[in-house]
């Protein structure tokens, strides 16, 4: 059986386990095996919907130990979960949750583990899982031969997918250990949209010249419902916050639509940016490396363009 974890947060399915979802449920169907989901505490969705990305059955593990997401905790439960289940396939979304939690199990049940895979695994003679290396610029076959194996999947390498059918849910009675960490006080960024889970993206790099000039930047992205995100050197700089740092040494994002504004596109930055579905550069400068990875590319300065822009969408948008 292939047991896919779903995510949460705040109570809230994750898209990425959406896709996490559907892509176990198209292995379980590639395997011939039953395809199913586990919850550790409890959201608002609806969980027998989950059917309609291919799950038959989703497992829910509730206890007061699980509202907060503590990675010793998870990985022991998730562990247990997996022996009482008797799955042989377990798979993790690649974000936050999942990288802290699906080695960890698969140590646990000395099992196999493909981090950031890119497809469905070749079954044909094995069990082989493509990933990318060395900053996406080549491709792992990877063999998996224990008897249990662990997978978590690029976003937005699969999609989401979906189909007709309705999951049955069931409690699971697996013990829980008290939690290791005790959360005193959460911080919230007012009013932005989380990086890593954002459809589109307005990215800033040292071509806007200073941390005075990011307005038309965050205009661009109010105007579009786009989180916003820097190159390096301008977090470096304390233009904007750390967490807003993409690429090989930031965050690696995955939107639907990236919009990098006066970055050049080294590759460091690329490493963190090039799975995502559409690239629109825009930059000064003809021979910028980033028009290379583009999808639609404008030659220009961001400081006349970026206004033009955030205008025509408002205005398409009323
Ligand atoms: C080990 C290591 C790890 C790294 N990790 C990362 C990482 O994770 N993420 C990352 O981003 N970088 C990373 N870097 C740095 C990376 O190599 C580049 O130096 C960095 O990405 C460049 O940032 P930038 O494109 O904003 O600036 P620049 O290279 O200075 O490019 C600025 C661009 O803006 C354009 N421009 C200037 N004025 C305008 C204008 N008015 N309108 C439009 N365009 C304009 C220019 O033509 C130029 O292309 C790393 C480097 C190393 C060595």
Redesign the pocket.
Known sequence: MVLIYIDQAEQQIKKSSLEAISYGAALAKQLGVPAEGILLGSVTDDLAGLGKYGLQKVHQVTDSNLNIFDAKVFTQVLTEAAKATGATVLVFAHNLNGKAIAPAVAVKLNAGIVTGANSLPNTSNGFVVTKTVFSGKAFAQINIDTPIKVISINQNCFGVQTQDGAASVAPLSVSVPAASIKITAIHKVEGEIPLTEANIVVSG?????GPENWGIIEDLAKALGAATA?????SDSDWRPHHE??????VQVAPNLYIA?????????L??VNRSKTIVV????PE?P?FKAADYGIV????E?LPALTTAIQKSKA
């Open positions: 790099g040292r071509g806007l010249k820097c190159s390096r050197p301008v740092h993409v690429g090989q040494t930031g504004v006066g970055i050049s596109g080294a590759i460091q930055h490493a963190g825009i930059n000064k400068d910028a980033f220009g300065d961001a400081f363009v």
